[in-house]
């Protein structure tokens, strides 16, 4: 999609600080950061939010899982934990319509949320 900056950082327009990358989804660093780790896992494909996904799409969602998780373990966020987030849509926070998991570690995180 054109307008959209995830796209745009998934082909490499606009820079971000990848951390992981393969055909079908790109991790960078967020840039924004609201915890000492903080990343984001994204489709390449455009995908507006997690209530657009359907059943062709499970194989992409479980993989993006799979790299969160990875990623914040490479990250040295094992031994501690870390959040995984899926916001959607206005009343779920969601500010960038391009999905995406946020993972969130390195303190203590409250909830619920506020
Ligand atoms: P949302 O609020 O949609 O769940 O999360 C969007 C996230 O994308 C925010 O945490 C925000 O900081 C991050 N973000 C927005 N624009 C950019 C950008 O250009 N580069 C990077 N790396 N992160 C971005
Ligand atoms: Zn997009």
């Known amino acids: 999609m054109t307008d959209c900056i995830f796209c745009k950082i998934a082909e490499g327009e606009i820079p971000s600080k990848k951390i992981y990358e393969d055909e079908e989804m790109a991790a960078f660093h967020d840039?924004?950061?609201q915890a000492p780790v903080h990343f984001l896992v994204i489709p390449k494909k455009h995908i507006?939010?997690?209530?657009?996904?359907h059943d062709d799409h499970s194989s992409l969602l479980g993989r993006l899982l799979v790299?969160?998780?990875?990623?914040?373990?490479?990250?040295?966020?094992?031994e501690k934990g870390a959040r995984f987030v899926v916001n959607c849509k206005e009343h779920g926070?969601?500010?960038?319509?391009?999905?995406h998991i946020h993972a969130?570690?390195?303190r203590p995180l409250e909830?619920?949320?506020g």
């Open 31 to 33: 840039v924004s950061p």
């Open 48 to 53: 507006k939010n997690i209530m657009e996904v």
């Open 67 to 78: 790299k969160a998780a990875e990623l914040s373990k490479e990250l040295g966020c094992e």
């Open 93 to 99: 926070g969601q500010t960038v319509d391009h999905l």
């Open 104 to 106: 969130l570690a390195g």
């Open 111 to 113: 909830w619920p949320p």
